[in-house]
């Protein structure tokens, strides 16, 4: 897995509208407003993919009309700073996942946002809360590999999962870095009262970067099991794959 290059939490704030385009064997052919995505979808065999940061309530009512999203899903989606899940329909899957960030402070203090995914029938459709983390570079990645983008929504979740979980190995590694610093300051007898301070707030970013990982384990599990079409066999052993380093985490 590789890091992906993120913007700093002092970024100016996106439109709502990150990119909504429609995809055929993996290639990108079109680029599809948001009035013309039910149309689009109901009448073709192309694969859509839309990217939305804090969209507003007619816009999110907009994408549900669109997609026939389901409606305990689209409550949720307007509610932030919910604990990483995996809610399955009778032909769509809503996943919460929580992300993170370093400020650009160069204080070591963790930023959190979450994604909310809709994942249904030849359709992914990505709401971004709170963090500016753009998911610009993944798309890109993505479509810079037909054969597995050809592959759909399966295959978009599991990229998107991976995508996020890179993420937090190069924070783990920094609040480590600081711990052992702090910890050789300690026994070291360079001591000071800030240090405490520091250990306490070092403390409360671990503990929070255990809350957002620690449910992931269970959907990175059900998702490598599951039955249903949206994740089909030739999918499954990808999740099983980012399941196995969200433990090591």
């Given at each position: ?79 932030a ?7 399955i ?17 160069g ?69 480590q ?47 490598s ?25």
């Amino acid at each position: 897995m590789t890091p992906e290059s993120s913007k700093h939490a002092s970024a100016a704030p996106p439109s709502s509208v990150i990119n909504s385009a429609a995809y055929c064997n993996g290639v990108r052919v079109a680029v599809v407003p948001i009035p013309d995505l039910g149309d689009a979808w109901r009448h073709s065999d192309r694969f859509f993919w839309v990217g939305l940061y804090e969209p507003s309530e007619p816009l999110l009512a907009h994408i549900q009309q669109a997609f026939g999203l389901h409606d305990l899903a689209i409550e949720d989606a307007h509610q932030a700073h919910q604990r990483p899940k995996l809610e399955i329909y009778d032909d769509s899957m809503f996943v919460v996942l929580r992300t993170a960030q370093l400020c650009a402070d160069g204080e070591h203090r963790i930023e959190f946002g979450e994604t909310h995914v809709f994942v249904g029938p030849r359709y992914v459709v990505t709401v971004r809360h709170g963090s500016l983390q753009s998911h610009v570079g993944l798309r890109s990645r993505c479509e810079a590999s037909p054969q597995m983008l050809a592959k759909g929504e399966g295959f978009v979740l599991h990229a998107l999962m991976d995508f996020i979980v890179d993420q937090y190995f190069p924070i783990l590694d920094a609040l480590q870095t600081e711990l052992d610093e702090l910890e050789e300051q300690i026994f070291s007898g360079t001591f000071v009262r800030s240090v405490t301070a520091r250990l306490y707030h070092l403390r409360r970013d671990l503990l929070a970067m255990k809350q957002a990982v620690t449910p992931l384990i269970d959907v990175l599990a059900r998702l490598s099991r599951s039955t249903s079409q949206l994740i089909p066999p030739n999918t499954q052993p990808y999740f099983q794959d980012v399941h196995d380093h969200v433990v090591r985490i």
